[in-house]
């Protein structure tokens, strides 16, 4: 088992950041993959930004790329999604998860959650 606290949410202004973080707890974090998803009010949860356990190869969803990094600290077992740029549209609550399967993109390749963390952007 593993468990995930997300913190850093809040409000940010439009072309702002903010820097959500999520430690991890249970289990031998440097044996999982990493992902960032996140859920606007009446959307579906999207894909945000992974990362590979060891390797340390990361991808990004196009609405998100060049402007959010995640990255992870292994010995502090913790992942963070760095958010630049911010927009309105990135309003939505944030949820880091963990896997230790291969198509690392897909939320249902997923099988421990965090609660979320809410992010608000105004303009």
């Known amino acids: 088992q593993v468990q995930l606290v997300e913190s850093g949410g809040g409000l940010g202004q439009a072309g702002g950041s903010l820097r959500l973080s999520c430690a991890a707890s249970?289990?031998?974090?440097?044996?999982?993959?990493m992902g960032w998803f996140r859920q606007a009010p009446g959307k579906e949860r999207e894909f945000v930004a992974a990362?590979?356990?060891?390797?340390?190869?990361?991808y990004y969803a196009d609405s998100v790329k060049g402007r959010f990094t995640i990255s992870r600290d292994n010995p502090k077992n913790t992942v963070y999604l760095q958010m630049n740029s911010l927009k309105p549209e990135d309003t939505a609550v944030y949820y880091c998860?963990?896997?230790?399967?291969?198509?690392?993109?897909?939320?249902?390749?997923?099988?421990?959650w965090g609660q979320g963390t809410q992010v608000t952007v105004s303009s």
């Open positions: 998860a963990a896997t230790t399967n291969w198509a690392i993109t897909n939320l249902n390749e997923y099988g421990y």
């Open positions: 249970g289990r031998t974090f440097s044996t999982f993959s």
């Open positions: 990362i590979r356990r060891s390797s340390g190869i990361t």
